[in-house]
């Protein structure tokens, strides 16, 4: 008989970082696959109140071979597992809402294998950073199971329609580099030391902005890429900009600049 997989203990391990909050997503025993206490608590923490120091939130896997292998799909039985898939989903689409509409930037930092829901999520973030030779895919089809809509139009959006395809029809996983080629990345590292240096350098140029300013690109972004109406992406750039330049902020941005200092803004 073969052996029985080790129970399932996911969690979260949460640390400030200077300007950042580094997240890891912690289930060792099962290559860190996301279960139900692991997805709560990230719906919970990214849409909760967070220190006013907190710029930018690092997403990562705790170890160093794998970010997450996806769903827990645990060991049930076939007649059980439909509804515990569905389950899955949509809390999976609820944690990846969550980090979507982060009030603070979210950086993926795929330090090993992301597999199936875990991508989802990686593709939820503002953009990602690989290391080297971490493997990247979703095996649905290999599953026999079709993709949820609001999954695939991150990807779609990403890498557009037929490198999609590819990606869901074959089921073969990418590693880092190939992955980057096709937009699924947005940076590659070349071991676990340099690719959290890369995360903690790209968090510290965006903490390095007017908080103000980077909310509002980001929302205006956002709404591009949704594909919203013209008339609702200019609804959403008035109010942001208006606040914007109203803001102390601006005016100590525009002193800076003309001081040739580095500016000290506080989000308002």
Wanted: charged share 25%; aromatic share 4%.
């Amino acid at each position: 008989m073969p052996a029985e997989a080790p129970p399932s203990g996911g969690r979260l391990l949460v640390e400030e970082d200077g300007d950042a909050l580094v997240v890891r997503i912690a289930n060792e025993a099962r290559a860190n696959a996301l279960d139900e206490r692991i997805l709560e608590d990230l719906v919970s923490l990214l849409g909760g109140p967070r220190p006013a120091a907190v710029r930018v939130v690092l997403l990562g896997g705790a170890g160093d071979r794998h970010f997450s292998a996806g769903l827990d799909l645990g060991d049930r039985p076939a007649d059980e597992l439909v509804a515990h898939l569905q389950a899955g989903e949509r809390l999976l689409g609820r944690a990846a809402r969550a980090i979507a509409d982060c009030p603070r930037p979210v950086i993926g930092v795929l330090n090993g294998a992301a597999l199936g829901g875990a991508l989802e999520l990686a593709m939820a973030c503002d953009w990602r950073v690989a290391r080297r030779g971490a493997r990247l895919g979703v095996p649905a089809a290999r599953l026999g199971v079709v993709y949820s809509p609001d999954g695939l139009r991150r990807f779609v959006a990403a890498m557009g329609p037929a490198r999609t395809k590819r990606l869901f029809l074959t089921g073969r996983p990418v590693e880092a580099d190939e992955a980057l080629a096709l937009g699924l990345v947005d940076e590659v590292a070349a071991d676990d030391a340099a690719l959290w240096a890369a995360a903690r350098a790209a968090a510290a140029d965006v903490a390095a902005g007017a908080p103000l300013a980077v909310e509002g690109t980001r929302a205006i972004i956002a709404a591009i890429g949704e594909g919203a109406p013209w008339e609702v992406i200019e609804e959403t750039a008035a109010p942001a900009r208006s606040r914007a330049f109203g803001s102390d902020d601006f005016k100590e941005g525009l002193a800076a600049f003309r001081e040739r200092r580095a500016p000290r803004f506080r989000g308002r």
